[in-house]
């Protein structure tokens, strides 16, 4: 499916004059990118695919405590550099990560790629950007696609929550913690298999009567 507002030619132009020639400077040691999303993650039932000739039920975990996660996406690397809570995402905790990224022993800039979220275009994420001297570029509106995160959190989605049963929310926090954890050793083949540079795009969505 295709974001309703998503516009391709807008995607297409951003690819070529933003994204290619900052990931090319990454390729070629010159500057480090990052890809940036927050992840929400509620305990609820999450299904997958089940046949079956007569009526099953299922048990669903009680509640819905979320648990969050700020990452940072190193589009060569695929190191995660993440800022969690329980609560919210905030600006606050998009500074937080930004620290995080500027502490990290790099020698190029550093260029950060994330959508329009209110609070990551706000005052306050400009100024600390500024101040850490790391480049942020605002990806088109509706633009899932383009960013490289988005894979990670659907592959955690997919290994830690379809069609498993969570008792209570530490047990299902720490699934997920343990699956971000693994990233570099257990998950690393199918990551690196996941997260190539070819970015989706479309053409203009043909719209047909129903």
């Known amino acids: 499916m295709i974001p ?34 927050a992840a929400h993650f509620v ?8 046949w079956s000739l007569t009526r099953v039920f299922l048990r669903a975990p009680a509640g819905r405590q979320r648990f969050n996660i700020l990452g940072a996406l190193n589009a060569m690397t695929h190191e995660l550099i993440t800022v969690t809570n329980d ?21 190029v800039p550093i260029t950060v790629f994330l959508d329009n979220a209110r609070y990551q275009k706000c005052a306050l994420v400009q100024t600390m950007a500024a101040h850490l001297n790391i480049e942020l570029c605002y ?10 995160i988005e894979r ?14 969570y008792a209570d929310f530490a047990s299902f926090k720490a699934a ?16 690196d298999s996941l997260l190539t540079l070819r970015f989706q795009r479309f053409a203009k969505a043909q719209f047909m009567p129903a």
């Open 87 to 107: 609560t919210y995402i905030t600006a606050e905790s998009l500074c937080a990560l930004l620290q995080k990224l500027a502490a990290l022993p790099l020698a």
């Open 43 to 50: 305990l609820a039932p999450f299904l997958g695919f089940l």
């Open 4 to 37: 309703a507002k998503a516009d391709p030619e807008a995607q297409a132009a951003y690819l070529t004059e933003k994204l290619e020639p900052r990931l090319a400077d990454a390729q070629a040691g010159k500057r480090t990118v990052f890809f940036v999303d």
């Open 176 to 191: 997920i913690e343990t699956c971000v954890r693994e990233m570099p050793t257990t998950h690393k083949a199918a990551l």
């Open 139 to 148: 990806l088109p509106a509706y633009s899932p696609n383009l960013n490289l």
């Open 152 to 165: 990670v959190w659907k592959f955690v989605k997919k290994q830690s929550l379809y069609s498993k049963y």
